[in-house]
């Protein structure tokens, strides 16, 4: 909810409140009326155990978060020893789940997709389209990061494309002049960088500067305002992979109507937290019971879920099932996908 990437925390706060609102106007689950509880852990490991520590305090048992990977795993422990069902709109680093089912812990869900097939679905993309170019692949050193990073790397290897050299950037820097240098010695045509808004922004405007000209293409991460508003015009042309776009599904439509009608656009992880709490809800009637466990068990059975971005199903651990996506461009302020 603060700091460089909080206006991802204002998509989760949109979507979760217009899912709770039109729950509640329907008459709630089970009798009960949902109430959103609003946590801040600043994408910081340390800050996410202590809003943990505190949720569960609090007698709170269902969590719509965390948003960055390396918040959500570690936060992640607190929680499925505690019987918290906590599922994530947006972390999508394979450890959250993969570590969960290694352990036993029942309660740790993802409506999202993952870094492994994202990275499955981009590299071979790029392997096909930049064959014989100069590809850089960098990362900011985050598990989000550094994760999406090394699924392309390892995908694009595999379908015959290696990459000029793979390194990791300090996010939070404001100066990465060293880094623009270093891509144009290596002639890069294209750039895959692993990380968030703020540091690709930063990077297309210094490259700019430097008349350094180079395709980035990013994850997930730069589906907001906040990206245009960093990078400007430098960021014209850029590409990133977002799961198939929520708000264009009918199911979504009332949904994107009433939340743009309240003056926010429904864009980046809006409608995934929207889906969480609708999913949360789904589970526990299905449960006939508010006990998280038996909401998670209910959700894990294959049985297809209601929600605002289709119809979605999990597997046994957690995951979501059959996840498509979209290869977006920035144009101009805004980004739509592109026709493949």
Known sequence: ????????????????????DAINAKGGVLGHK????????????????SVANRIVASGIQFVDGHACSGASIPASAVYAENGVL???PASSNPVL??????????????????????????GPWIAKNYAGKNVVILHD???YGQGVAKAVQTSMGENGLKEVF???????????????????EAKADVVYFGGYHPEAGLILRQASDQGVKFQLIMPD???TPEFWQVAGPSGEGTLFVFPSDPQAKPEAKEAVEKISAGGFKPEGFTLF????????????????????????????????????????AFDEKGDLKNASYDINRWSNGKYAPMKQ
Not at 34 to 49: F, H, S
Not at 166 to 184: H, Q
């Open 273 to 312: 937290s929207y889906a969480v709490v609708q999913a949360i809800a789904q589970g526990v009637e299905r449960a006939g019971d508010v006990d998280p466990s038996k909401a998670a068990e209910s959700l894990k059975n294959g049985q297809p879920v209601s929600t605002v971005v289709g119809e979605i």
């Open 86 to 88: 906590m599922m994530t």
């Open 221 to 223: 991460s730069i589906s």
């Open 34 to 49: 949902i109430k959103i509880d609003l946590e801040d852990d600043q994408c910081d490991p340390k800050q996410a155990v």
């Open 166 to 184: 793979f390194d990791g950037i300090n996010p939070g820097d404001k100066d990465y002049s060293a880094v623009v240098t270093k891509l144009k």
């Open 1 to 20: 909810m603060t700091g460089p990437l909080a206006s991802i925390g204002d998509q989760f706060k949109a979507g979760a409140q217009a899912a709770a």
């Open 141 to 143: 050193k985050t598990a």
């Open 97 to 122: 789940t993969d570590a969960a089912a290694e352990k036993g812990w029942s309660t740790i869900m993802r409506l999202y997709t993952r870094d492994d097939a994202q990275g499955a679905f981009i």
